[in-house]
């Protein structure tokens, strides 16, 4: 007995110092699916030359499938895509707590989402609310957060109708750069819809003339606007296409350029997932899960797109990517291979190349660099 907490011992001591060694790097944070009682989020530490090590794992609740970060309290809010939650009808967010000093992670709330299936969350820009869509109930939430950013209560959630033969799907939720308005992605609906958001209340107030009407089946997934808020992003998973729209002075979008996601030549079916912007503000990224590739476009000075080509995506069905905070690296986590591939960015082309290594992940879902 006292030979095992001795080993324990150590080994505590061990990735203590690991850690501690590893401080200056960036920090990775990787969430999936999950089974039984396993752990869903997972912490790497990323080197200069691209290696990922993998330094802690945590409970985050069931299929913690996406998640966002408070920098000012330190929290992880991670949902659970799951449609009963602690025996509840109704998806999760678990909220944990991280140490960046120690890479100590610990699980500190956890919340009930009406109706269930959540698929994206973002945090509102004064840290006074989560935004959650929930995909597969049809069906949108905010959550209120206390002072000290930890989830108290549901004060908004709206259920969509459905359009026969249309099944409606939101996928993402967020605000704009400047916080004027929440866009909100319906993929089954294709359309965007844009709220206020009432502070006092909570509660998510449809803009006049804020709802746009997409071609039938583009289905709407993830977007990102550029820093000043002129343009908006759109990746569409199953039409394959990536859609940049102007934004007025008064948030409101107006389509200016639709662009095929997959090679000329490609005739299998494909599902578009994540979209990002390059750090140098030069370069627009998406995945294709099918082709298995990651499409690059040239940002033009008037924000408009030109392809600038297409590169593996180191595996099978790349469900989410993210830029190191370097720029320098692209990390792709492929769900269906069971893998995380690292490629270094041309910095002329912006075109992933040269591998850096890959890294085994039972279904990575969703990555993100803490900040």
């Avoid at 993402?172 to 308005?181: F, G, K, V």
């Avoid at 294709?288 to 476009?297: A, D, K, L, T």
């Avoid at 408009?304 to 790349?318: I, R, S, V």
Wanted: aromatic share 10%.
């Amino acid at each position: 007995m006292c030979k095992r907490i001795s080993l324990f011992i150590i080994a505590v001591i061990l990735l203590g110092f690991s850690y501690s060694c590893n401080k200056g790097n960036p920090k990775l944070f990787v969430g999936g699916f999950t089974k039984d009682n396993e752990n869903g989020l997972f912490l790497f530490d990323f080197d200069r030359k691209g290696n990922l090590t993998l330094l802690a794992q945590a409970d985050a609740g069931p299929n913690p499938s996406f998640f966002c970060f408070s920098d000012k309290h330190d929290l992880i809010y991670a949902l659970n895509e799951v449609k009963e939650f602690n025996g509840k009808h109704g998806g999760g967010v678990t909220t944990l707590k991280y140490d960046p000093a120690t890479g100590a992670i610990e699980k500190k709330n956890e919340i009930v989402v009406p109706y269930g299936g959540p698929c994206h969350i973002s945090l509102s820009s004064d840290k006074g609310f989560l935004f959650l869509a929930n995909y597969s109930s049809a069906s949108v939430a905010v959550v209120k957060l206390d002072g000290n950013g930890i989830p108290e209560s549901v004060s908004d959630s709206i259920l969509y109708v459905s359009e026969a033969p249309k099944v409606s799907h939101p996928h993402m939720i967020s605000e704009d750069p400047a916080a004027r308005h929440v866009y909100m992605t319906d993929l089954g609906l294709d359309r965007i819809l844009i709220y206020d958001l009432d502070k006092s209340s909570g509660k998510l107030q449809p803009v006049t003339n804020g709802t746009i009407i997409l071609p039938d089946r583009s289905g709407p997934r993830h977007f990102i606007f550029n820093d000043d808020g002129s343009k908006m992003y759109l990746i569409n998973e199953p039409g394959s296409s990536v859609m940049v729209f102007n934004v007025d002075e008064a948030g409101m979008l107006k389509l200016a350029q639709t662009l095929s996601t997959v090679r000329k030549k490609f005739n299998g079916r494909n599902s578009c997932a994540e979209i990002l912007i390059g750090k140098s503000g030069n370069f627009l990224y998406g995945s294709n899960r099918g082709e298995n590739s990651v499409v690059v476009y040239n940002i033009g000075e008037d924000g408009l797109l030109n392809l600038a080509g297409h590169d593996t995506c180191g595996g099978n069905w790349p469900r989410n990517f993210v830029i190191d905070p370097s720029g320098k690296f692209l990390l792709v986590g492929n769900q269906r291979s069971d893998n995380i591939a690292v490629f270094k960015i041309n910095q002329k082309t912006g075109l992933p190349e040269k591998p850096a290594g890959q890294t085994a992940m039972k279904a990575p879902a969703y990555l993100e660099f803490w900040r």
